[in-house]
């Protein structure tokens, strides 16, 4: 018995604790969770380092790859071209080979003919020597005494010399033809010797024109294999860094998320811890005495001043304070209001703290009143080129759509922004992609 009663008040114990956690010691409300892990500022900047040279990275091999592919273009074409020369050079080699083939044969016709050229005239120089052999044994070649003795009258003499004097002149007449044609056929044989040489010349050219392109397209073929692997590594690679990047920047957003949800803890205490001072002062009201101090638990925030460091010395006073759509006012941080789109997905109706043009009306809040809508800061005072910026001027993104953004410049290229929901007031270096061309000055 005694030991359930030592169990039992424990059970009481815990009870009265957990109770007391619940209920909060003035009992006005459900308190607070416990807070969830907030993520180091170091831890935040470690993550973000890393997603950086991961991105980094990505953005060299990117370059890389770009070069890479540059010059494998450049080397496709190289291929194209060796292969229009090996085409040349084997069009080429045809040609020539024809040409010799058509001279060979013509050289060969040549010799046939110089061939048969000789061997008419040897016949004719056979037939004539047969001729004047029978001409001397029968006595009837011309200017022979046999010849002249059985002719029957001077009249007959004279017609046999005459007949004798024809038959001979005439074969002399016909070697001297065959001898003549004989000597064009043997020209024709020599130009068309070295006609086949000449072209035979050309074809052992064409053939070595035809080996270098070849080896020269073989050349090119393995430089753009070998480049075209090399690509491929390259693109593995990226795509490994890629994957390291998106695992890292999935760390960073994790990261943000934890301490997006730690700052929505603090925000809710902080309503809680105020819902309890106003309560402990309702209470005290009406139980006559002096109502208790709230014990806001906000943030310092620096005076309102009309000069460049108050202004400064203001926006810097928020750095971290959660982006809110909508929220931001002369007095401070206030409650981000539905968009229905990005904002709600984030959650800005539930927060407590600035867009990038609330920033500016609490900044400027000694100087003069600003609209809470960048376009219209954007005309609020006097525009300067970008070129003449200055400490204090505001900056202004956007196009021709209209104004977009606005932050806080701080000088050298630095500023002070609230950039967009999911993020936190921050300081970061200027942005000149999309940025407008004329600085906004208020003060001086």
Known sequence: MVRRGRVLRRGLTVGSFALVVLFGA????LAVPPPP???SDSQLNSSKAAANEKAGEVGKLTNQLAQAEQKLSSLQDDVELKQEQAMKALVDLQSAQDAASQAEDAAKSARTQADAAAGAIEKARQDLKEFAAASFEQGSTVGSISAYLTSDSPKDLLARA?????????????????????TDKSNKDAAARKALDVAQQKQEAARRAKSGADAAQADAVQAQ??????????????SSVEQQLYAAQSKVNGLQGQRQRYQDWVAQKQREDEERA???????????????????????????????EAVIARALSQLGRPYAWGGGNGSGPTRGIHDGGVADMYGDYRKIGFDCSGLMIYAFAGVRSLPHYSGYQYTSGRRVPLSQMRRGDMLFWGGSGGIHHVALYLGGGQMVEAPQSGSYVRVTAVRYGGIMPYATRLIG
Request: proline fraction near 7%; avoid cysteine.
């Open 26 to 29: 003035a009992g006005t409300g």
């Open 37 to 39: 892990p907030n993520p």
């Open 162 to 182: 005459q007949i004798l004097d024809s038959i001979g002149g005439s074969r002399l007449n016909a070697l001297d033809r065959l001898q003549q044609a004989q």
């Open 225 to 238: 294999q070998s480049q075209a692997s090399q690509n491929r590594q390259l693109q593995a690679s990226k």
């Open 278 to 308: 106003r309560q402990a002062a309702l209470n005290a009201s009406k139980g006559g005495g002096r109502p208790a101090s709230s014990g806001g638990g906000g943030r310092p925030s620096p005076a309102a001043g009309s000069s460049i």
